[in-house]
């Protein structure tokens, strides 16, 4: 495909436009909908439409998740609401978005029980249910849909969570005997205390 169309006016003008860059949500409707149609609709579960975006989880970044499902009820366009954490690569992406399906097919109702676990082994995933991701096989299933789809235009994010740094208040130590004593920070002008 070419980087570029080209529009010939009647005259010597010519317009190239580009076509609109590949943004990382169109990225993510790609991947569901080759997801859904290649690994879920063989085995006969119907991925319904979602809204894929990159970002936090609701618990941010103190949480470890690194991929959220939010049930149709809870958005105004009913549908599934999928966000994937901005600190993974294209591999780890697809294969959070493929766990996140799982939860959109059934609506999120049962979490990691075990309706959840019967799809994820299936689609042949392994580990404890709540992290869920690619054993071997599937491993090699999305790495070949991964290959097809345009490059991830996404750089994986390195994102650290500062703690708020809660000011302590000085304190004051006896250079004898090693006690010490907080001084509030009004009082530190009159030195140690005695
Ligand atoms: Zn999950």
């Known amino acids: 495909m070419s980087t570029a169309d080209k529009i010939q006016s009647s005259g010597d003008l010519t317009i190239e436009i580009s ?5 990382r949500e169109v990225w993510l409707q790609q991947a569901a909908i080759r997801l859904a149609n290649d690994l879920f609709k ?9 809204q894929v975006s990159i970002g936090f989880a609701s618990g941010g970044l103190r949480s470890s998740a690194i991929g959220q499902c939010w049930p149709r009820s809870r958005a105004d366009d009913n549908l ?20 996140e399906l799982i939860h959109a097919v059934d609506n999120c109702e049962h979490k990691h029980g075990k309706e959840f676990k ?13 992290g869920a991701s690619a054993g ?13 789809l345009p490059p991830y235009p996404h ?12 000011s302590k208040p000085p304190k004051a130590c006896c250079a004898i005997c090693g006690y010490k004593v ?13």
């Not at 076509?19 to 943004?23: D, G, H, Q, V």
């Not at 063989?42 to 979602?50: D, F, Q």
């Not at 019967?118 to 709540?130: D, H, T, V």
């Open 118 to 130: 019967k799809i994820a082994l299936a689609l042949g995933m392994k580990g404890p249910m709540r």
């Open 19 to 23: 076509p609109p860059s590949l943004t």
């Open 136 to 148: 071997p096989v599937l491993k090699v299933r999305l790495e070949q849909i991964l290959a097809e």
């Open 182 to 194: 907080t001084v509030p920070k009004r009082f530190l002008h009159l030195g140690a205390p005695i």
């Open 42 to 50: 063989p085995l006969g579960y119907e991925v319904p439409e979602v």
């Open 80 to 99: 599934n609401h999928i966000f994937v954490a901005p600190s993974l690569n294209a591999y780890d992406t697809i294969d959070t978005l493929a766990h």
């Open 155 to 166: 750089g994986k994010l390195n994102a650290i969570h500062h703690r708020n740094s809660v």
